[in-house]
């Protein structure tokens, strides 16, 4: 099934050779071919009719191009025209099979709500177009035309199809044989829907005629004045050009231009071929006002009505196409209408490009016109689309956009109130946002944009639509095109301001500001682009000088340096506008040297006050800080250098911190004696949730020492070390006045040699590496400590005590070596270079540095150990740099591998593999597996088994299995593996599912048994069950799909995919299959509730799309528990026939104890396994016996008088011997009855009790799989399994049993015929309803089918289903 993709591209206007970012990006793109259309609704709702692969579809997208619904027409159906009704409820979709319908436009997944058949003559050329109904309502009018009938209708939609009397017959219907009528557009304007339509001759050399029609609106009228139709001439040859002309779009503007005044128009572009313009292709554009269409019509209607125009007999001659009775509907045609105006005409002599297609229409106040043009019209080419406006007097004004379209384009489309139209090409429908005037940032390049919407909103600082500007009308508040009314030209004097030295501000603009509105003022304002501006205050100089006073707002804004603007503001809306940049200082806001200094040379900092300040003369002479010619800030200012720096928390050390450009300590000292007494430097620690102060000493210009006592700061439970941030803070008394300026973030280490969890001595000294803390072991308490904790603390290694080792891991390995030893114990080196040698049986096993933990543990690989096959343990030695020597014990053993299972699979792999044999975890375990060469990924491993998955391989063939452990390479020639070919699926029957599931889907193909497990996955669910496997078919369950299982989007079908050992299928991506609706099962047809015992009748069920399944073997009937046998040929896909039971039969207490009688039987309907209904009963009453009539009147006294005689005795012996026959037969009868139970009691009772032993014997026969090893190894007799087999399954047979031999056919039997049968026989065998069945009929043959018959059966059955053997449970 093929893939269907949509797509909808998203492309922008903007000026010429301008792009917005935005334009081009791909949003979404719909594949279209074939005819297509696209109607868009007045919220932005998008309909897209498109054909693909010869089949049509209606998409819905919502106003963020989301696909909302789908629907897909019958395959060969492709969609003509759409429309939306005049109040957008309904949509309307016009298709090839000569049908229109009508759906409801919210909610596309009802269904039609209106099919209206045969209306349109073909689907050559259609035009579609919706108009409302006089009195209310909505109706369409569809216009077509098969090349020899020219058809136009009117009908109601939404039930109103009564009230419009059109509706019962066609408008306008007319056989001609001389010209085809190609449908171009339709509008709705007043009381008449238009059509502009072209008369193609089909007559050779003959010409055309281009026309509009008027129909009126008026559903009462029938009358030909209702439809009225004149020529139009764009081409400047009275509308007549030959054969191979074109329209290129017909559009209705509702305010079109035409010199002062604006009144409905219709736009029409065409073109004439070569043969008409001598050899040169002519493309026009032109306009028809409403006004001169319904002039000439009215003239037209009054030379029909006098006679002056006969009836028509070729499209060359204007004509009547009846008479102009008011009692038989018509058309009149006039002499050509010459057009209002001619906008565009482009001789195309070369045609290298074409015009095809336009659109005129109405957008803020303004008529645009698009145009497309298709380069090489010839191939398969693109088109560019150019938009324009057009001016006063119905002329083409300046072409604003040049946008290029992937493919030429049919179809331009676009909806009142709507920013977007939309183009349809040969393969996508492309949306088109009208403008983009929010790319343009600033009023000069907004104002200068050629395009026609976008202008300056100058009070709201942005460029827009007029519509989007408030207040647009008023002068100099919405600038477009004329630049000069940008207020962008403005200016400051002067241009940077200090607060200590504080100025006005003068502000200069290029002209005067707009004009206020009613209850608006203008402010003055600063703003720095974050927060809300400020208001200043402000003085009026003239109209375009302004004196601004902003000493209070920088005071507030708190900034050394900052750089603001300062202009204007609506008090409606206090955005800034005609604004200008202005540099200001605020020195007394710096908070440090750096800060200060950083202000282009305006501030000085003051070292010792530790201030700034812009007047120098407020600063101590010889304490003042100002950077030098070629310096900045980093090179006067004190500051605070990086570490590292480290400080242990548990002893009292001193932290010495790096700085700079101190001022010397004498400074100090003579300002605390003259001013500044209480002044003095601290460190501060920030932790995490405090801080901690401690005294700082001043030793030069370059270091202070924090002094720090020992526990004024705690780790953490579990911390060895921690970072906090330290700062150098001048402080005067406690009271932080200033920070050095730190050159970057200062973080100390903190840490304590006793909060690391160390062993041995080894162990504290590795915590020193790459750290410098300077920790050592203290012998005396076993401790790793500060130096100043423990006076003989030992800091060197070969102080350290000797290495022990504790544990070996693993402990034993192959003797091809290759195993990663990870070997623990005590003082073991502080680095891995401390570590001198490693033997393993005298064997070098390479230390690998990774892997060392210092004192505690290191890695070493071992290598080939050649002196022994058998197990054998060896000492591991370990020699230290200092001479010490550590010891421990391994093993090496030899690995073996005796079986693999299965033996074969797939060359796709993913064949769940078991390799067995002994030692298969030894080392590092398993490395790698090879099947015949190709990997199989390891999954598990353990003493005698490994677990692994089958990798590709891209030839069949055998070969070894291999089994790598560490360096050792196991094989064992006797154990292969065999790479067949892939399962390959070609086919699916049935085609459908259901969403309930349940259902049997076969697939055919090749190889299909040879993976372990196949599983059918649709739409991510899989199936509960594996799939039936054999060589040629797969048989699966279909899983449940749920409630929704297409989900949001409706497509063609969902994704299903064989998961089978990861063999790939059949070539297609993806995969889809059909879902249908569930069969629904209602009720019993009431006739047939009630049967006769022995003459039962056919029951018939109501339902609905019973025929989506396969009836035989999908649906199954019953009747109280007794199948119901399915009737398929009087079965209809609403009425499931079937021929119940002729009796029902009821177990009673007594088990196996079976009576016929009388009784009702509920009907239970199932649908594969997932789906059942239960629907009522059907009752079962015995058939009706003839009986003797009795009398209650007594015999006469004189009858017996006389008739006492000899009659009389005769009578009475013949009674007699008739009641004792009788009593003796049923006394018979009953005691035969009795045994025939009685033996069946007997007999299911022995069956039950064999199977509980042979239940009990399988559970005795499943040992451990080292049982059975050790069984061997005591050399007890066993069988193999073939033996085994033959014995278990049949006890009695011989060796020349049947079913060891090869198959042996007659003579004269063809082999290769007699085996299809028997693989068709061996699939039959495999369904499961087929194998109930034929068990079922063997248990029937009562007296026939032996006990030793049904244990030879089950055991063949068992032999024929190992694949499959879930058969052979409960």
Partial sequence: MFKTRFLLLYVCFGGIGLFHKECGAQIRQFNVSGQSDVVVSSTGQLFVGANISQTGYLVKLNTTSAQQELLQFPSGTSVLRLSLSSDESRLVACLSNRSCIEYDANNLAKGPVTVFNNILTGSINVSLVSAPVSGGGNSFYAGSSNGTVNLIGQYGLDGTAGSVSRTSGNLFSVTVSTFTRNWYGGFVAGFYSYFVVLDLSTSPGSETGMRVLRVCDNSNETSVAAMVETELNCVGLRGRVDAASRFAGASLVNAYPSGTSFEPTIVVAAVTPNSINGGSSLSRVCTFSLSSIDSAIANASSRCSSGALPWRSSPSSPSCYSTCNTSSPGAISTPALVQTSTLLSVSLSNKSFDLSYTMSFNYESLTLLLIAFTDQPNQAGQSTLYAYRVTDGASLGVRFSVLPMPGPVTRLTWTSGQNYVYAITSTSVVQVPIEQCSSFTDCLSCAANVNPLCGWCTVEQKCSRRSQCQNSTVSARWVQGNTSQCLSNTSVTPTTYTLERPTNITLTISSGLPSPLTGESFLCLLSTGNGVPISVPCSLVNQTTFIYNITGAISQLNTPKLVVNIGFGSSLLNIPFATSRLTTYNCAAATSCSSCLQTDGVCGWCNVEKRCTAVNSSCSNFTSVTPAGGQTYLDVCPSLLNGPYLLPVAVNRPLVLNTKNLPPQGVFALKAALELPGYQYNCSLQLSSTSVTLPANYTNTTSISCLYTAAQI?????????????????????????????????????????????????????????????????????????????????????????????????????????????????????????????????????????????????????????????????????????????????????????????????????????????????????????????????????????????????????????????????????????????PNYTSVSPDRIIPAGGIILTFTGTYLNVSQKALLVINGMAGTFPCIQTFTTLKCYAPPLGSNPIGSSLSPGVDYAIVMDGAPGPVGDPLKIAVVSNPIFTSINPNDLIQTVGSVKIIRINGMNIMNVDILSEIRVTVGGERCTIDLGTTTDTVLSCQPPQNLSTVSSTPSKKRQLSSNGTVIVRVGQS??????????????????????????????????????????????????????????????????????????????????????????LQTELQDVVNVHDKNYPYRDFRSFAMKFLFPTAEDDHPILKPVQFPAGVDPSEARKKLEIFEELILGQKVLLVMIHTLEDQHGRFTLQDRCNVASLLIVALQKNLFYATE
């Avoid at 423990?790 to 005590?801: A, F, G, K, V």
């Avoid at 543990?857 to 740099?881: E, K």
């Fill in 1171 to 1260: 789906l059942g209904y239960t629907l009522g009963a059907v009752n079962y009453y015995a058939s009706t016996t003839q009986s003797f009539p009795t009398t209650t009147t007594p015999f006469p006294v004189l009858g017996v008088a006389v008739g006492v005689g000899v009659g009389g005795l005769v009578f009475l012996v013949v009674v007699v011997v008739m009641a004792i026959v009788t009593v003796w037969y049923r006394r018979d009868s009953t005691k035969k009855s009795r045994q025939v139970d009685n033996l069946l009691i007997m007999l299911e009772t022995w069956e039950a009790n064999m199977a509980d032993e042979c239940k009990r014997a399988f559970a005795e």
């Fill in 714 to 982: 705690s780790l953490p439970v579990g911390t060895t070390a921690m970072l906090a941030n330290i700062s150098l803070i001048w402080t005067n008394s406690g009271t932080v006045v200033y920070p050095i300026d730190p050159l970057g973030v200062i973080q100390v280490t903190l840490y304590s040699c006793s909060s690391f969890s160390v062993t041995s001595c080894t162990s504290c000294l590795a915590v020193n590496i790459g750290t410098g803390y300077g920790c050592g072991w203290c012998g005396g308490t076993s401790r790793c400590v500060e130096p100043e904790i423990c006076p003989s603390i030992t800091n060197q290694l070969l102080n350290c005590p000797s290495p022990v080792l504790r544990s070996v891991s693993p402990s034993s390995g192959p003797f091809g070596g290759g195993t990663r030893l990870t070997i623990t114990g005590t003082d073991l080196g502080v680095t891995v270079g401390d570590i001198a040698n490693v033997t393993v049986g005298g064997v070098n096993c390479m230390v690998e540095p990774d892997g060392f933990k210092p004192g505690a543990q290191f890695v070493c690989v071992t290598g080939n150990y050649s002196y022994g096959g058998m197990p054998q343990t060896v000492p591991i030695s370990v020699t230290m740099r200092s001479g010490s020597v550590a010891t421990a014990q391994y093993t090496y053993v030899r690995p073996s591998i005796s079986s693999v299972f299965p033996k074969s699979g797939p060359m796709a792999g993913r064949t769940n593999v078991t390799i067995e044999g002994m030692s298969l975890n030894v080392g590092n375990g398993v490395k790698r597996v090879l099947l015949n060469g190709a990997m199989c990924v390891v999954l598990q491993s353990s003493l005698t088994q490994v677990n692994c998955t089958s990798s590709a391989q891209n030839v069949t063939g055998v070969g070894v299995v291999t089994v790598y452990i560490d360096n050792e390479v196991t094989i064992n020639n006797a154990v292969t593996f065999e790479h067949t070919n892939n």
